[in-house]
């Protein structure tokens, strides 16, 4: 069985509050399912400082209300720091890393 699994939080154009919902419903499924990490697509937003959808995401990850179920958190900007951390945690992150890369769309959840 695959341990990632990708979330797209943008597909549709959905509002902020619709894109949050997807993501508490889907993180849930994904740790029931046994998945060790999820890859969120939200997109990096047309503004040029990141999106609503991104800027919203993250700061969801933080609360803890989701402390049961995300275990650490990071944007795609910030993989090359943190890569070896969640590859020990989940080795198959090697297989997707090059979407990851430096993509400020994306966000990389491992699951407790």
């Not at 994904?30 to 997109?43: D, E, I, M, N, T």
């Amino acid at each position: 069985m695959k341990k990632i699994r990708e979330i797209n939080l943008e597909y549709g154009s959905p509002s902020v509050d619709a894109a949050l919902r997807t993501l508490v419903s889907q993180l849930g499924t994904c740790k029931g399912q046994g998945c060790k990490a999820v890859v969120l697509v939200h997109g990096y937003g047309s503004s040029g400082v990141g999106g609503s959808i991104k800027a919203a995401v993250r700061s969801k990850l933080r609360e803890s209300s989701l402390q049961g179920i995300v275990r650490a958190y990071c944007g795609g900007e910030q993989w090359f720091e943190r890569k070896r951390d969640f590859i020990n945690v989940c080795p198959s992150l090697t297989e997707v890393q090059r979407k990851i890369d430096g993509n400020q769309g994306v966000t990389i959840v491992l699951i407790k």
